[in-house]
């Protein structure tokens, strides 16, 4: 079955930077538009970014545009999040997301799912 597994989360003070990265096994990767979603403390999940199977098109959440750069290694079925000046609105649990169908303007269709790494920001 799919798995998809983040890592790279933690603690940054506010203007720092993280960079996360998500592992995925058991589909074929270069085939999926990747994305990566956060949710807040009491809050619903949101979308952050995604990016099409060849690496070739991207889509932002307006608030991270700018400042955060969604990127694929398909050669180690890899897909990443460089977080920038990173704000403590910034702080939540980011997932990483599969989706086979759809495109990257859509933000709905994603089947499979990360467990999250937490990223809190500091002020």
């Known amino acids: 079955q799919v798995q998809l597994e983040e890592s790279g989360g933690g603690l940054v003070q506010a203007g720092g930077s993280l960079k996360l990265s998500c592992v995925a096994s058991?589909?074929?990767?270069?085939?999926?538009?990747m994305g990566w979603f956060r949710q807040a403390p009491g809050k619903g999940r949101t979308f952050v970014a995604a990016?099409?199977?060849?690496?070739?098109?991207?889509n932002y959440a307006d608030s991270m545009k700018g400042r955060f750069t969604i990127s694929r290694d398909n050669t180690k079925n890899t897909v990443y999040l460089q977080m920038n000046s990173l704000k403590p609105e910034d702080t939540a649990a980011y997932f990483c997301a599969a989706k086979l169908i759809g495109h990257i303007w859509s933000t709905s269709g994603y089947n499979d799912w990360g467990q999250g790494t937490q990223v809190t920001v500091s002020s």
């Open positions: 990016i099409t199977p060849s690496g070739g098109g991207t």
């Open positions: 058991g589909l074929t990767f270069s085939t999926y538009t």
